[in-house]
């Protein structure tokens, strides 16, 4: 079978439209949809911890989701607790422990997006973990406001991950109002 050339690689820097290409693509939006679409109520999120003690993050991707997540949680309140002061990246490695491996796969790929974004999609000469907290939010509302939709699935789904871990958790509780659980876990009458 011979492959047309319109079609055909030119060389290695030249993307050129492929079916394979097309569907490597929108695997990645799939992936990224249903990341978006995770259930940020405590009471739909299952997930446990590993039972052998492994985390799904290792130590620098745990540090680049903590600083996405304590700006996307932050209100401004002095009384609001402080996200690493709660479980709320614990319960999100947990979440990602259980994900479909190629959803898990994206997540970490958009971890590192997130932390080598600024450089390449909004000419910041620094990575995310590395900026000022004004300058994490201006990073923060361009993947937000992205022309891009993939770049926006990207923002919905780590907002939907850092809002599920923060408001899980019973500390975040008080400032939003909520009095926790009607019936206590295990409770069957």
Do not use: K
């Amino acid at each position: 079978m011979t492959v047309s050339p319109e079609y055909a690689p030119r060389d290695s820097r030249t993307l050129c439209a492929t079916r394979r290409g097309f569907l490597r693509f929108a695997g990645h939006g799939a992936a990224l949809t249903a990341l978006a679409q995770l259930p940020v109520i405590p009471g739909l999120a299952l997930a446990t911890p590993a039972r052998d003690g492994s985390r799904f993050f290792g130590a620098g991707e745990t540090e680049i989701l903590t600083q996405i997540a304590e700006r996307m949680v932050f209100t401004g309140e002095p009384t609001s607790v402080a996200l690493r002061d709660t479980g709320c990246i614990d319960a999100i490695d947990a979440l990602c422990s259980n994900l479909a491996p190629s959803v898990a796969g994206q997540v970490r790929m958009l971890l590192r997006a997130y932390e080598y974004g600024p450089l390449f999609l909004d000419l910041s000469f620094s990575r995310f973990t590395r900026m000022s907290a004004e300058q994490q939010d201006a990073s923060l509302r361009s993947w937000q406001t992205s022309r891009l939709a993939l770049r926006r699935l990207g923002f919905a789904g780590m907002r939907n991950l850092c809002l599920y871990g923060f408001y899980s958790q019973p500390e975040s509780w008080q400032a939003i109002g909520y009095a926790g659980p009607l019936l206590a876990r295990g409770s069957t009458s």
